[in-house]
């Protein structure tokens, strides 16, 4: 199978097909994904099949934000203005009938190279993802992403990441 991200059209794409185990990433992508492109607020990437471009097998929303230094450990704030600019990885949600096969993994490496290329016209230091349990922190803390102590939140530097993907 081959897959490729593009943006989400509501009148093209299936957007009620995916079932990622997630009741409340499916319901989010369902009722609001729409409405938050519309507002202009997030940009959600579904990703589909080369052989079913409309079927979405999963997505991941993207939203501007900002970190707080002193929010932040000394190690990871340091040299950055009081308030750093960032990109939120809102939702990242994989179809179950391709989680446990290393896809998750490549679904965030397209986010996370979309972010990169974004980010040499926006400036952004950090990518921030808040986990929702365990097993999702789990997930971005293999992918290099470090929690933020006494919180739900994990960053990682975008240099970083640049610096782990192939040159464009």
């Known amino acids: 199978m081959v897959f490729r991200s593009e943006h989400l059209e509501i009148d093209r794409h299936d957007v009620g097909a995916l079932d ?7 319901t989010w992508f369902r009722e609001q994904a729409a409405g938050a492109e519309a ?18 097998r999963g997505y991941y929303t993207l939203t501007g934000h ?9 190690s990871v704030g ?11 990885l809102a939702r990242l949600a994989l179809d179950v009938s ?3 096969t290393g896809m998750g993994g490549v679904l965030l490496a397209d986010a996370l190279m979309r972010i990169v290329t974004a980010t040499r016209t926006v400036a952004a230091r950090f990518v921030v993802v808040d986990d929702r349990d365990e097993v999702v922190a789990a997930f971005y ?3 290099g ?6 919180s739900m939140r994990l960053v990682q530097k975008v240099s970083d990441i640049a610096s782990a993907m192939p040159s464009p």
Not at 40 to 50: H, M
Not at 66 to 74: T, Y
């Open 20 to 26: 990622s185990g997630a009741s409340e990433l499916d």
């Open 39 to 56: 507002r202009r607020v997030a940009r959600t990437f579904v990703w589909v099949e080369s052989q079913r471009p409309d079927q979405v």
């Open 66 to 74: 900002r970190l707080v230094r002193s929010a932040l450990p000394a």
């Open 78 to 88: 340091h040299g950055s203005p009081a308030e750093i600019p960032a990109v939120l």
């Open 98 to 100: 391709l989680q446990g």
């Open 141 to 143: 803390e293999h992918y």
């Open 145 to 150: 992403f470090r929690r933020i102590p006494d």
